[in-house]
């Protein structure tokens, strides 16, 4: 249990750097949007023209703000859920519950993993661009989809280990909810 319960604080530090960076990434994704498209609006208004690209660029930006996060949101507990369960279930119960939950996850996230890295390779070798006035590869928009799901694979393996080593005794729970 000593090497799971090193594992588990490795993926938790790790995480947190992954979580910092996610968080980060969909902060700057959004704040360029915003601005990208403000610019756009000030210049159409001040020259009487616009460039397309200010207009283009944000919503093929928004998959790396989406998918990146959805882990991000489980690991703080404010994914989409139904909390009536965990409310009504005894300790122990709502720890199997969790620990259900997270390997659901986990197994969903390497399959969605797995899907969204076959079908980046695919449009990938297709080598298809945008017709976009900033030119850029399909391939790109579709690389979110692993990236995040592979991000929420993560993140629910260290919930998996969490609930593991505190059904065992190995993590108490004032440990795991500081964590």
């Not at 090497?3 to 530090?13: H, S, T």
């Not at 910092?20 to 969909?26: K, T, V």
């Not at 391939?139 to 629910?156: E, N």
Request: charged share 15%; hydrophobic share 55%.
């Amino acid at each position: 249990m000593k090497l799971l319960l090193g594992a588990y604080r490795l993926l938790y530090g790790t995480n947190s750097l992954i979580q910092r960076l996610a968080i980060g990434l969909g902060m700057a994704i959004v704040a360029f949007a915003v601005i990208a498209l403000f610019a756009a609006a000030v210049e159409r208004h001040v020259t009487g023209r616009g460039y397309a690209w200010m207009n283009d660029l944000p919503p093929f930006l928004l998959p790396w703000c989406v998918f990146p996060l959805m882990g991000v949101l489980l690991r703080s507990g404010r994914h989409i859920s139904v909390d009536v369960a965990p409310t009504l279930l005894p300790e122990r119960a709502a720890q199997f519950l969790r620990l259900a939950v997270a390997l659901i996850a986990l197994v969903s996230g390497i399959y969605f993993c797995n899907a969204g890295i076959e079908a980046t390779g695919f449009f990938r070798m297709l080598g298809e661009v945008t017709e976009t006035e900033i030119q850029f590869p399909f391939w790109f928009l579709y690389a979110a989809f692993p990236t995040g799901f592979g991000i929420l694979a993560l993140f629910a393996l260290e919930m998996a280990l969490r609930e593991i080593l505190c059904l065992t005794g190995h993590l108490s729970v004032e440990e795991a909810k500081a964590s």
